[in-house]
Structures are given as structure tokens and as C-alpha cells.
């Protein structure tokens, strides 16, 4: 139950829900899928005043191609993203991150755009983001007179997590979009998204993101970014000048990149490091495999 | 042939499964209010001061109860105790605690009601609560059994000279001296996690009360109204005449939802203080921390064994954190009273000490402590084997009480009424090709695949019969009756808790009647209509609500054979009963039944509704005058197997079947994480007689549901404050649908008991321990790993992990992996 009362607007245009977040921006909260919103609310972690709520405005959802990135609005849920065909072409690391959230309902629901701003560190799309170099447009309105002037910027993701479920968004402003640069197609580069949950449909313990493509020396490259480990999101480069990683080399480096890391009752902090470095591991492995055959395919 | 024994699916499914279920929060009462709690944050604690005023002054706040007027207004209440008695609800060895629905002075568990408000509307009503300024002194905490029994340690409850509030202890021949004998010893210690039961439809209550007719009327999700009523009408000084107790649908119970609640004493408060209907639903987060735990309980144990796995002699010292002594703490004597569960021990010494701590109480949960004795058992099987280079099946079968020995008493002195375990097994290997299985680990392993299997065995007692329980007996009670259009209608003293008994009930008196199955109406849950009865626990209402509307329909059958027999002009002995119509025995097959059965004379047979209508509307006739005018019977049934007078029948035996499952499954382990995942389940479980397999089944894969969230994923977890830390779905890991086995299958075997009319055992409880033991089992067997016990519940990951590098270290994994 929400125990605290508070008042509900739906608006249509993006410059109004700006303003109305920008009229008390402490006491209001947006609201997209509800999937994290809610149950904080009902939980009382949240009581906002004012909820606005961020799905009728078109600007925001949507999935659109542009020349060098596929566009994901705010508002476009898990599922949208998962079955998306542009989006399972020029990043299916992404589709993959999206097809492992939650359950049905959730994935139903809940929305990029919410993930990313409650900045949960174990939360699936944070390590994928990073790992495809996804870059945050972020909306406010403007300052000054202009009633309806708005304000956009560009955030590479990795500078917009600024710790444990706090990003670099300032007071009023919100999640408009991520731009997903188009990766290479499947024939030049492997990608594997791996989640590590006690039950399929709960937060992972951890999850790794891994892409790895071979360059033209013939050498492989690539990264992996981790979530659940750290209070935010590590993205590990791996090694480069290789035809092929030595076994171990990869957990190695994975250890290596993460220092302190978290522990709750699913964890402890000693087997949450094991288990970021065996699913990392993995993840790369799984990467290096889809490269395989994509070469092999082509 | 009848109904009993075919595949009818539950006669309600379609209706819930629409959406179209009345839950007590369906129900809708002009004008109502609502109530919430103020609950204590701390586990132990003195309550100083309350200070209501923030909260009265705020718009909407009707009322406030502080705990000095609901002490006033209210008696104690335990288990439906008539109001003139004086209750003490613990009161062991001159250890006496009484407790109104609020705390007064003192608090014992974190989460324990201090106050209560009602608003117009819920959140209000949470706000106002909120305002309730609560002063608090806190008192040292008792936040384990651990820490309860060490000399010294702070009492749970003030005023105690220690801990522990009963100590249950069963012994036969002499196990010290056998242990000490035996070739083999084994010693361990077997551990099974705190636990809730986690029903979709948390607890919710609605009451209201009529100046003008003097009566309260409460929807409660219970599983036993009459009880209900009995402890509302006791708490409130009310006759229980003048309370109305209404069980709508309910959204699974499990045990939790027994009556006696501090909340559903408070929802009645109000609504007579208010004359108002007041309505109160729980939150998950306040079931979690207040409605009842179960199951924290250890087990040492000693064996000794011969070189063949014959167990000689077994020793077990058992501690079970109750937390609080309210509740269904006694659930920890039903684990000591079920071993050696369905294991022969000559020698054979129990000890179970129900030790309190500052937790919430414990409350009912599926298998009542029967799961954590045959969980184990399973163990020590596993162990002996292992000992003994034995194969763990053979070490099973070599020591369960042998088919022919039943009746066979056990060592707590419980009279098992009948058995064929080692059938049980073997039906179950003949589904597992263990062969086979092994050729697939074999294959699976050189792919670093690690899969496993396990055995385990369960032995659940049912239809709990204690002497002098207001609750807990071995009768209920069921009217049966015909209306003059030949349609039937059961009320029975029995419930369901959405488990379908309802329909297997309906069966019974359909097939006893002759009458289609859709003739026949069940009513149960509500106390102004139903028969005086106990309700739904120990899987009684289809073994005992189910004989005695057997027996009620019995009733009505020979009157409707006797005035039959009449209009057939022919002897009752020749008639039978069948699809609707009394028929002489040698009828031809229709259409030919229809004709006379000689030019001008009777027929062969006669619709019952025929036969009903002439008992109602003629009831001075020449056919009908010899019997007694109506269609209605109530009957009562006890019980047979229950043994309440130690010093005439020499026991004290208070289950009267019991009912066993052997289990079969298939894990596969990821050795680089500890994460287990269930592939496969095989059941054959034993119920006796069964009248619904579809709807044995059903309950029999709920159970396996919450035995592999037992095994793998449920635990309760508190701080050293005794606060509880999983208070959420998010932090309590639950398995979901897709968590169960892809494969899974339950089969029957029968072995009737002579308790029951119709030989049918409980099946409710069933599928908790088994799943238990057997995965623990094949983790072990997919691990292969020498000297790996893995002891303790739930296996989660982490645990996982860490037991193997324990035994094998982190070297040797990497090469295992």
C-alpha cells in the first residue's frame, strides 16, 4: 500500500513534464514503467509529492535508426527492446540484457529509461551500456523565461554513474533517450550478455557484458563490463595483442578491476569478486564463441 | 462404477483461475474503515510511554486502541478457549506469559502490535499509525536458540529462570550402550532454515457488528471458522451464538492462517466498539516479520550402524528456536514424535528442546514438523551410506519398517497405521533408470557438465488428533441433504484452502447417492450454516470431513433405498443406486428399464428425484409413512488409529495415518558458482485410497513447489538484534513456476488404512520433505566429491560453493570444473 498521498499528471509534451519537474524537483519524481517507483513508494523509500508520469510523451519512447546509433527512447520497455529487430541487429548485446530482465511482467512494464535512472547497480542494462559505449541524453528545462525552452545533453555512460544508485543527472532532469553506437555486424564482432540470479526472474547477484571483435591484425579485442559487484557498473578491457585469452587470464583481470566489492545475503563479498570473475569469464568466452561462428558465417 | 478414483478436475479452478474467486478483500461492506498497527521495532523491549495525540488530531482518524483498554475490553485468548477459563498460553514448568493483542508493557519480537488505529481510509489509517509515539527500553536480546541456551544468557521473556519452554523426549532399549557397540558410528549436525509459508492472499479480515441483532459477523481468511468463532466470542466475552464467522475463498493457508491472531482480535474490537464494519489486510512486509515462522531447528545426531547400513542405534539431540511461545510452537514436538520417521531403530533415543527467543512466534507451515524429522532422517541415511561404501537406496530399504509389521508403534510411542515403503521405492526405481541416468552423468560430466540424483523419502502423518485440544481432533462433522428436486447439498465442518477437497467431498456423497456429480452443492466456511467442525489442518477435511458426509449420505441413501423399494414394490436388498435413478438389480439396460417390469405392474427402476419429491410431499403415504419426514442428516466421525489413554492402551498416539512419498530428482550443479538447477522430479506417493488422482497430484506438486524452495532457496534471515532482514519478495527468495522441473510426475501407490471408511489417508501435507531430501542428496551425487556433506538448508549458491572448496579445496575444483 502507498501510505503517502501524492498528486498524479500525465502531460503529453515533454517541455511540460520538464517544467512540472523543474517546479519542486525534490518533491517530484518521474514515472515511467513503475517497476522500481512503485514498490519503493509502497515500501515507503519514496514518497514524492508529485508523480509525472512520462509515457504518453511521444519524444520519449520509441525505437528509431539513425545514421551511426539506434535511438531507444526512455519509455521503451524491456520487451520493446528485446524484440526489437534494429536493435537485435546493431546491438544484440542489448536485446540479450533486455530478454534477461525480470520476468514477463516486469519486462511488460518496466523501461530503459527507469533502469538506468534508479542506476541499480546489479541491474542488467548497466554493464551492457557500458561495454557498447551507449551515450545518455538527458532532458531539463531551461532556465530563464522561455516557458517551454528545454535542455538537452549528450552523457557518455560512462561518466553518468556517480555511485551506489546516484547518476550525474542534476535536479529536474531526466533519461530522454540512449543512443546505442551500431556495433559491427555479427560477422566481425561476438557479444554475450550473462546474468547470475538465485531465481531467473530476481535482481542478478552479478552480470557481465561482453564484446569482443577481431581486428585486423588479426588480433582479438574487446571489453567486458560487470554490474552487481561494485556500487557501480566496471567496464574491464581486455588485454589486448592476442590472438586468443589464456585460461584464467580474463577472471584475472576481472579480479584485478574490482576492489571492495559489495556483499548482501545472496553474496557474501569474497564470492560475489568468484562469481564477477566466472560469469565475466564466461561472458567473454560466450563473446569469443559468437565471433566464431559469425566468422565462420561469413 | 462411480466417481471416486476418476480424474475430476477441482470444481472451483475455472472460476479462480477467471478472476471471478470472493477473497475476504472482495468483500464489500457499506461504509467501512480501517485499521493498521503500530508495531514494535525492537525485538526486545519495555514500552515506556505511548503517545497518541499526533496521530488522534489528524482529519479522518476514528479511533484509537491503546493496549491497557484492549486488555480491558478483551480477555487473553489462545487456542478457542471458552472465556471462562483462564489462559495461560505458556505455561511449562511454572513459566507462565499472557498476552492481549497488544503489547502493554512489554514487547518480545520485533513486529509485535503496541497499538492500533482506524481511519476512514487505509492511508490514513498507516499515517496516523506512524504518528504513535512509542517509548521504548530496550532490553538484551535473545537472537538464537544458540545464544538462548548458554548458561547465562539474558532471558527471552523476563521473569524465567531460562530459556526453554519444553523439552520433548522419546527413548526405546538403550542407545548409548548400541552406539557404543556398533561397527560404525557417524555423528553430524542436520540444519533446516527459519521458513514461512508465503500464500498468495495474505491475511485479511472484515468484521462488523449490529446493535440491533447483537451479532459480529467476520469474513476471515482462516482455515477453520468454528474455531474462529470460538476464540472471537471468547476474546470478546461474546456467545459464540452471537458470532458469525464466514471463510470466503481463501488464497492458499498452509497452516498460516489458523485462528488466533492478535490482528483479527483487534479488526472485532473495533467493529463493536464502532458499530462499524472494520476492515484490516495484511502487508507482505507485516506478514514477514508478524504472522508466524516456522522450522528453525538443529539436529545432532549419533549413529551407529552394521557393515549392511542396518541403522542399530541412533541417538538425537534436537534444538528448535520457537522464538515467542504463541502460535504453533508445538510443531517442534511433532518433529520429535515423527522419528525415526519410517526407519526400524531397536535402540532409539530422542530429545527435543523448544527453546524461545526474542522472534517473532512461530505459526503453522506445511508438514507442521514432520518435514524437518524426515528431512532428517534422509540425512543420516546418506551419511550411513557414504560411511559404509553402500549405495543409499539399499541403505534405505534395509532399514524401513518392513511391509508386514504394520501397525508398528515407533519410538515416541505414534501407532503408524500402514505401509509398504519398500514398494513405494521400488514402484519409484522402476520410473528412474538409475542405469540409465548414470550412462547420461557419465556423458554429461565429459562435457564438464555436473548432474546428479537424489533419493529421498517422507513420512507425513496426518489428521492430528491431540487430547484436550479445543483444535486439534480427529472428528468433524457434515450435513447432508436432498431438496424435494432431488438435488443435494453438503455443509461440512471442514474447509479448503483452495486445495479442492470440495470436490473430492462431492464425489464421495455423489457416488454414496447415486446422483450426478453436478447435483451436488458443498458449503463450507461459515458457521451460521455449517455443522459444528474443525476446519482445514493435517489434511483432515477430505480423510475426516469426507467420512462424515459419507456417513450422513449413508443415511439418507436407506431411506431413499426404503420408500424406493416401495414404489418398486420390491426388496431394498435388490436395489442399487446408480446415475440418478433406484433401479431393481437385475434390470435390463435401458431403454427397457423405463418399461414395467410385468404388464400393469411396477417398474424397474425410479428417478431419485421421484423418490425425493414423494418423502417431502407425501409424507402420510403408503410409501413413504414408515420413515421419518425429510432429506437431512448430520453425522459426526471420529477417527479410527487414535490412541488417547496411555494407561488402558499403553500409548499416546495422536496421528491416525500416515501417509509417505518416495521422491526421485535430477539436479545439475555449476561447480564454478554452487548454483543448483532441477531438472527432473519423480514421485510415487501413498495416500491410500484415492479419490481424486488429478487432485492428489495437484496438491502433491504445491508440496514439491515448497519442499525445492525449502532445499534451495527460502530462509529467513535476522541480525544479531533479532530484526528481520527479509521483509520482501525481493530479499525472501521464492521459487516460481519457472524454477520447477520441467519434467515432473507423481505417481500413486495405495495401501489403504482401516481408519477411514474408505481407506483414503490425508494428502495435503505431502511433497515438502521428500523434495527436501533428495536434492540435497543429488547435489551431493552431481558434486562427487569425497566427504562433501552438505547439512544445512537452503542450498544456495554461495553455500554451495563454499562447502565444496571446504572439503576438496580450490585447487582441486579448477581441475573438477
Known amino acids: 500500500m502507498i501510505?503517502?498521498?501524492?498528486?498524479?499528471?500525465?502531460?503529453?509534451?515533454?517541455?511540460?513534464?520538464?517544467?512540472?519537474?523543474?517546479?519542486?524537483?525534490?518533491?517530484?519524481?518521474?514515472?515511467?514503467?513503475?517497476?522500481?517507483?512503485?514498490?519503493?513508494?509502497?515500501?515507503?523509500?519514496?514518497?514524492?509529492?508529485?508523480?509525472?508520469?512520462?509515457?504518453?510523451?511521444?519524444?520519449?519512447?520509441?525505437?528509431?535508426?539513425?545514421?551511426?546509433?539506434?535511438?531507444?527512447?526512455?519509455?521503451?520497455?524491456?520487451?520493446?527492446?528485446?524484440?526489437?529487430?534494429?536493435?537485435?541487429?546493431?546491438?544484440?548485446?542489448?536485446?540479450?540484457?533486455?530478454?534477461?530482465?525480470?520476468?514477463?511482467?516486469?519486462?511488460?512494464?518496466?523501461?530503459?529509461?527507469?533502469?538506468?535512472?534508479?542506476?541499480?547497480?546489479?541491474?542488467?542494462?548497466?554493464?551492457?551500456?557500458?561495454?557498447?559505449?551507449?551515450?545518455?541524453?538527458?532532458?531539463?528545462?531551461?532556465?530563464?523565461?522561455?516557458?517551454?525552452?528545454?535542455?538537452?545533453?549528450?552523457?557518455?555512460?560512462?561518466?553518468?554513474?556517480?555511485?551506489?544508485?546516484?547518476?550525474?543527472?542534476?535536479?529536474?532532469?531526466i533519461v530522454a533517450a540512449v543512443h546505442v553506437p551500431k556495433q559491427l555486424a555479427a560477422t566481425h564482432q561476438g557479444a554475450a550478455f550473462r546474468k547470475f540470479a538465485r531465481v531467473k526472474g530476481n535482481f542478478p547477484i552479478v552480470c557481465a557484458a561482453a564484446l569482443v571483435e577481431r581486428q585486423s591484425s588479426g588480433e582479438r579485442a574487446g571489453c567486458v563490463a560487470i554490474g552487481g559487484a561494485l556500487p557501480i557498473p566496471v567496464r574491464i578491457a581486455l588485454p589486448g595483442g592476442q590472438a586468443a585469452w589464456a585460461a584464467g587470464e580474463v577472471e584475472t583481470a576481472i579480479r584485478q578491476a574490482i576492489d571492495d566489492p559489495m556483499s548482501d545475503a545472496n553474496a557474501s563479498a569474497d564470492y560475489r569478486l568468484e562469481m564477477a570473475a566466472v560469469h565475466g569469464a564466461r561472458a567473454v568466452e560466450a563473446a569469443c564463441r559468437a565471433l566464431d561462428d559469425g566468422e565462420r558465417s561469413a | 462404477m462411480g466417481y471416486i478414483g476418476q480424474r475430476i478436475p477441482g470444481r472451483n479452478n475455472l472460476r479462480l483461475a477467471r478472476g471471478a474467486g470472493q477473497f475476504t478483500a472482495d468483500v464489500q461492506?457499506?461504509?467501512?474503515?480501517?485499521?493498521?498497527?503500530?508495531?514494535?521495532?525492537?525485538?526486545?523491549?519495555?514500552?515506556?510511554?505511548?503517545?497518541?495525540?499526533?496521530?488522534?488530531?489528524?482529519?479522518?482518524?476514528?479511533?484509537?486502541?491503546?493496549?491497557?483498554?484492549?486488555?480491558?475490553?478483551?480477555?487473553?485468548?489462545?487456542?478457542?478457549?471458552?472465556?471462562?477459563?483462564?489462559?495461560?498460553?505458556?505455561?511449562?514448568?511454572?513459566?507462565?506469559?499472557?498476552?492481549?493483542?497488544?503489547?502493554?508493557?512489554?514487547?518480545?519480537?520485533?513486529?509485535?502490535?503496541?497499538?492500533?488505529?482506524?481511519?476512514?481510509?487505509?492511508?490514513?489509517?498507516?499515517?496516523?499509525?506512524?504518528?504513535?509515539?512509542?517509548?521504548?527500553?530496550?532490553?538484551?536480546?535473545?537472537?538464537?536458540?544458540?545464544?538462548?541456551?548458554?548458561?547465562?544468557?539474558?532471558?527471552?521473556?523476563?521473569?524465567?529462570?531460562?530459556?526453554?519452554?519444553?523439552?520433548?523426549?522419546?527413548?526405546?532399549?538403550?542407545?548409548?550402550?548400541?552406539?557404543?557397540?556398533?561397527?560404525?558410528?557417524i555423528t553430524g549436525r542436520v540444519q533446516v532454515q527459519r521458513h514461512v509459508p508465503v500464500p498468495l492472499e495474505p491475511r485479511a479480515f472484515v468484521a462488523d457488528y449490529s446493535t440491533r441483532t447483537g451479532r459480529l459477523t467476520m469474513y476471515a481468511s482462516t482455515q477453520m471458522p468454528h474455531t474462529d468463532r470460538s476464540i472471537l466470542a471468547g476474546a470478546l466475552g461474546m456467545a459464540s451464538e452471537d458470532v458469525q464467522v464466514i471463510q470466503p475463498d481463501v488464497g492458499g493457508g498452509f497452516g498460516c492462517k489458523v485462528p488466533g491472531s492478535d490482528e483479527e482480535v483487534l479488526v472485532a474490537f473495533f467493529a463493536r466498539r464502532l458499530e462499524r464494519p472494520v476492515r484490516w489486510t495484511e502487508e507482505r512486509s507485516e506478514y514477514f516479520l508478524a504472522c508466524g515462522h516456522a522450522r528453525e531447528t538443529w539436529f545432532d545426531f549419533e549413529a551407529g550402524y552394521r557393515e549392511d547400513g542396518k541403522l542399530l542405534a541412533l541417538r538425537i539431540d534436537a534444538v528448535a528456536d520457537i522464538g515467542l511461545p504463541f502460535g504453533a510452537w508445538v510443531q517442534s514436538s511433532v518433529t520429535a514424535y515423527c522419528l525415526p520417521c519410517g526407519y526400524a531403530v531397536d535402540h532409539c533415543e530422542v530429545s527435543m528442546r523448544s527453546v524461545v527467543t526474542n522472534k517473532c512466534k512461530w505459526g503453522g507451515y506445511r508438514g507442521f514438523g514432520k518435514e524437518a524429522a524426515s528431512f532428517c532422517m534422509e540425512r543420516i541415511m546418506d551419511r550411513i551410506a557414504d560411511a559404509a561404501g553402500l549405495d543409499?537406496?539399499?541403505?534405505?530399504?534395509?532399514?524401513?519398517?518392513?511391509?508386514?509389521?504394520?501397525?508398528y508403534g515407533q519410538v515416541s510411542g505414534a501407532l503408524l497405521d500402514s505401509g509398504n515403503y519398500q514398494g513405494a521405492m521400488a514402484k519409484l526405481l522402476a520410473l528412474v533408470d538409475q542405469e540409465a541416468f548414470r550412462q547420461e552423468q557419465a556423458a554429461a560430466r565429459t562435457n564438464g557438465r555436473?548432474?546428479?540424483?537424489?533419493?529421498?523419502?517422507?513420512?507425513?502423518?496426518?489428521?492430528?488428533?491431540?487430547?484436550?485440544?479445543?483444535?486439534?481432533?480427529?472428528?468433524?462433522?457434515?450435513?447432508?441433504?436432498?431438496?424435494?428436486?432431488?438435488?443435494?447439498?453438503?455443509?461440512?465442518?471442514?474447509?479448503?484452502?483452495?486445495?479442492?477437497?470440495?470436490?473430492?467431498?462431492?464425489?464421495?456423497?455423489?457416488d454414496e447417492l447415486g446422483v450426478p456429480l453436478d447435483t451436488v452443492t458443498v458449503v463450507q466456511g461459515d458457521t451460521d450454516r455449517c455443522p459444528y467442525g474443525l476446519g482445514n489442518f493435517s489434511s483432515r477435511s477430505l480423510m475426516i470431513g469426507g467420512s462424515a458426509a459419507?456417513?450422513?449420505?449413508?443415511?439418507?441413501?436407506?431411506?431413499?433405498?426404503?420408500?424406493?423399494?416401495?414404489?418398486?414394490?420390491?426388496?431394498?436388498?435388490?436395489?442399487?443406486?446408480?446415475?440418478?435413478?433406484?433401479?431393481?438389480?437385475?434390470?435390463?439396460?435401458?431403454?427397457?428399464?423405463?418399461?414395467?417390469?410385468?404388464?400393469?405392474?411396477?417398474?424397474?427402476?425410479?428417478?431419485?428425484?421421484?423418490?425425493?419429491?414423494?418423502?417431502?410431499?407425501?409424507?402420510?403415504?403408503?410409501?413413504?409413512?414408515?420413515?421419518?419426514?425429510?432429506?437431512?442428516?448430520?453425522?459426526?466421525?471420529?477417527?479410527?488409529?487414535?490412541?488417547?489413554?496411555?494407561?488402558?492402551?499403553?500409548?499416546?498416539?495422536f496421528y491416525p495415518t500416515w501417509p509417505f512419498m518416495a521422491v526421485a530428482v535430477v539436479v545439475e550443479v555449476d561447480v564454478e558458482t554452487g548454483f543448483v538447477e532441477v531438472l527432473r522430479c519423480a514421485a510415487v506417493h501413498d495416500c491410500g485410497t484415492v479419490v481424486n488422482p488429478t487432485l492428489?497430484?495437484?496438491?502433491?506438486?504445491?508440496?514439491?513447489?515448497?519442499?525445492?524452495?525449502?532445499?534451495?532457496?527460502?530462509?529467513?534471515?535476522?541480525?544479531?538484534?533479532?530484526?528481520?532482514?527479509?521483509?520482501?519478495?525481493?530479499?525472501?527468495?521464492?521459487?516460481?513456476?519457472?524454477?520447477?522441473?520441467?519434467?515432473?510426475?507423481?505417481?500413486?501407490?495405495?495401501?489403504?488404512?482401516?481408519?477411514?471408511?474408505?481407506?483414503?489417508?490425508?494428502?495435503?501435507?505431502?511433497?515438502?520433505?521428500?523434495?527436501?531430501?533428495?536434492?540435497?542428496?543429488?547435489?551431493?551425487?552431481?558434486?562427487?566429491?569425497?566427504?562433501?556433506?552438505?547439512?544445512?538448508?537452503?542450498?544456495?549458491?554461495?553455500?554451495?560453493?563454499?562447502?565444496?572448496?571446504?572439503?576438496?579445496?580450490?585447487?582441486?575444483?579448477g581441475e573438477t570444473a
Open chain 1, 3 to 173: 501510505a503517502e498521498r501524492f498528486d498524479y499528471q500525465s502531460p503529453t509534451r515533454l517541455a511540460d513534464a520538464l517544467r512540472l519537474l523543474a517546479a519542486d524537483p525534490d518533491g517530484t519524481r518521474p514515472l515511467s514503467g513503475g517497476m522500481t517507483l512503485v514498490p519503493m513508494m509502497t515500501l515507503g523509500l519514496a514518497a514524492p509529492e508529485h508523480i509525472v508520469d512520462l509515457k504518453r510523451i511521444p519524444e520519449l519512447g520509441g525505437i528509431h535508426e539513425e545514421p551511426d546509433a539506434v535511438r531507444i527512447g526512455a519509455t521503451a520497455t524491456h520487451h520493446d527492446i528485446a524484440t526489437d529487430p534494429r536493435v537485435r541487429l546493431h546491438a544484440p548485446l542489448l536485446a540479450d540484457a533486455a530478454a534477461l530482465v525480470g520476468d514477463v511482467q516486469v519486462r511488460n512494464r518496466g523501461t530503459i529509461g527507469g533502469s538506468i535512472a534508479h542506476a541499480d547497480p546489479a541491474a542488467n542494462y548497466l554493464p551492457a551500456l557500458l561495454a557498447l559505449d551507449a551515450v545518455i541524453e538527458a532532458r531539463a528545462k531551461r532556465g530563464g523565461l522561455l516557458r517551454n525552452a528545454t535542455r538537452s545533453r549528450r552523457i557518455p555512460i560512462g561518466e553518468f554513474f556517480a555511485g551506489l544508485m546516484a547518476t550525474c543527472l542534476a535536479a529536474g532532469e
Open chain 2, 392 to 407: 543409499r537406496v539399499e541403505v534405505r530399504l534395509c532399514n524401513f519398517i518392513p511391509a508386514d509389521a504394520f501397525p
Open chain 2, 696 to 813: 492428489v497430484e495437484a496438491n502433491t506438486h504445491g508440496g514439491i513447489a515448497q519442499g525445492l524452495g525449502a532445499a534451495l532457496y527460502e530462509e529467513l534471515l535476522h541480525d544479531d538484534a533479532a530484526q528481520l532482514l527479509t521483509t520482501t519478495l525481493m530479499d525472501y527468495t521464492l521459487p516460481t513456476a519457472v524454477e520447477m522441473p520441467a519434467e515432473l510426475s507423481v505417481a500413486h501407490q495405495e495401501t489403504p488404512t482401516a481408519a477411514t471408511p474408505l481407506g483414503a489417508k490425508g494428502a495435503g501435507e505431502s511433497g515438502v520433505a521428500g523434495p527436501m531430501a533428495a536434492v540435497a542428496s543429488a547435489v551431493e551425487d552431481a558434486l562427487g566429491v569425497e566427504g562433501l556433506a552438505l547439512m544445512t538448508l537452503p542450498l544456495k549458491p554461495e553455500r554451495v560453493w563454499r562447502s565444496i572448496r571446504e572439503v576438496a579445496g580450490a585447487v582441486q575444483m
Open chain 2, 550 to 653: 459419507l456417513a450422513a449420505a449413508r443415511e439418507l441413501r436407506e431411506k431413499l433405498l426404503s420408500v424406493g423399494a416401495k414404489m418398486l414394490d420390491a426388496d431394498p436388498e435388490d436395489l442399487e443406486l446408480a446415475n440418478g435413478e433406484i433401479r431393481v438389480a437385475a434390470a435390463p439396460a435401458p431403454p427397457a428399464a423405463d418399461a414395467p417390469r410385468n404388464p400393469g405392474g411396477p417398474a424397474w427402476s425410479v428417478p431419485i428425484r421421484r423418490v425425493a419429491r414423494k418423502i417431502y410431499s407425501h409424507a402420510f403415504g403408503a410409501e413413504t409413512a414408515h420413515v421419518e419426514p425429510g432429506l437431512e442428516s448430520t453425522r459426526y466421525f471420529r477417527i479410527g488409529n487414535v490412541h488417547h489413554q496411555p494407561e488402558t492402551e499403553g500409548r499416546l498416539s
Open chain 2, 450 to 510: 555436473c548432474l546428479g540424483l537424489g533419493i529421498g523419502f517422507e513420512l507425513t502423518p496426518e489428521g492430528c488428533s491431540m487430547p484436550n485440544s479445543d483444535f486439534l481432533q480427529g472428528w468433524d462433522g457434515a450435513t447432508v441433504r436432498m431438496d424435494p428436486g432431488g438435488r443435494v447439498t453438503v455443509l461440512t465442518g471442514v474447509t479448503s484452502p483452495g486445495s479442492g477437497n470440495e470436490t473430492g467431498i462431492a464425489m464421495i456423497v455423489a
Open chain 2, 29 to 185: 461492506m457499506p461504509n467501512p474503515c480501517f485499521m493498521a498497527l503500530v508495531r514494535s521495532p525492537y525485538a526486545h523491549a519495555e514500552i515506556e510511554h505511548v503517545d497518541v495525540s499526533a496521530a488522534q488530531g489528524l482529519p479522518g482518524v476514528i479511533d484509537i486502541a491503546t493496549a491497557a483498554e484492549v486488555a480491558q475490553a478483551t480477555r487473553p485468548f489462545s487456542f478457542a478457549r471458552p472465556p471462562e477459563v483462564e489462559v495461560n498460553l505458556a505455561d511449562m514448568d511454572g513459566k507462565r506469559l499472557r498476552e492481549y493483542a497488544l503489547a502493554e508493557r512489554w514487547v518480545g519480537y520485533s513486529g509485535r502490535p503496541v497499538a492500533a488505529v482506524v481511519a476512514e481510509d487505509p492511508n490514513t489509517a498507516a499515517e496516523a499509525a506512524e504518528r504513535v509515539a512509542v517509548q521504548y527500553r530496550e532490553l538484551p536480546v535473545v537472537a538464537s536458540a544458540e545464544d538462548a541456551l548458554k548458561p547465562g544468557s539474558p532471558g527471552a521473556i523476563p521473569g524465567w529462570n531460562d530459556n526453554l519452554v519444553f523439552h520433548t523426549r522419546y527413548a526405546k532399549g538403550d542407545a548409548a550402550s548400541a552406539i557404543a557397540k556398533a561397527p560404525g558410528v
